[in-house]
């Protein structure tokens, strides 16, 4: 896997992400191309974005902990049309240039901030994680929507 903290890798994603245009179609599922950018924000949001996301009770935590974490800070990469966790599903419209830029800032805001920034920082859903687990989080989630969208 990739690691999202390094400089080539970062500048590599970003000239991914500069290859999409609002007319990007997916090659599976059913987002468009404004709303999986949007998608793909929410996990930054949740990083540096303090309540704007409700977090999880502690039975949701420990379901969450149990079942999907493995799934999201594995290496194994997702599957296709796999099923979206509810606060992920984009339902309202969004601007297509508006998600790019930000997502393009969250993503060199975390490189900036680096791998010993996220060592053992707790996460909105899973607890505290390493910063492997925070680089497989990051890298193969945008790697799976950006080659969704064939780039």
């Not at 935590?61 to 966790?85: H, R, S």
């Not at 859903?125 to 799976?144: A, P």
Request: one cysteine or more; aromatic letters at 12%; charged letters at 30%.
């Amino acid at each position: 896997m990739k690691n999202i903290f390094e400089k080539t890798n970062i500048e590599e994603t970003i000239n991914r992400i500069e290859k999409l245009s609002p007319e990007t179609q997916p090659l599976w599922g059913t987002m468009s191309v404004e709303k999986m950018l949007a998608h793909c924000n929410i996990t930054y949001e949740m990083v540096y974005e303090e309540g704007k996301h409700p977090k999880p009770n502690a039975f949701v935590k420990f379901i969450l902990k149990t079942f999907v974490k493995n799934k999201v800070v594995g290496e194994k990469p997702f599957k296709k049309n796999g099923q979206t966790a509810p606060q992920f599903v984009i339902k309202d419209e969004r601007v297509f240039e508006a998600e790019k830029k930000r997502l393009i800032e969250y993503i060199q805001k975390t490189q900036e901030l680096g791998a010993d920034y996220f060592d053992n920082k707790e996460s909105h859903s899973f607890g505290k994680l390493n910063k492997t687990e925070w680089n497989n989080m990051f890298y193969k989630h945008l790697d799976h929507h950006l080659s969704q969208f064939g780039v």
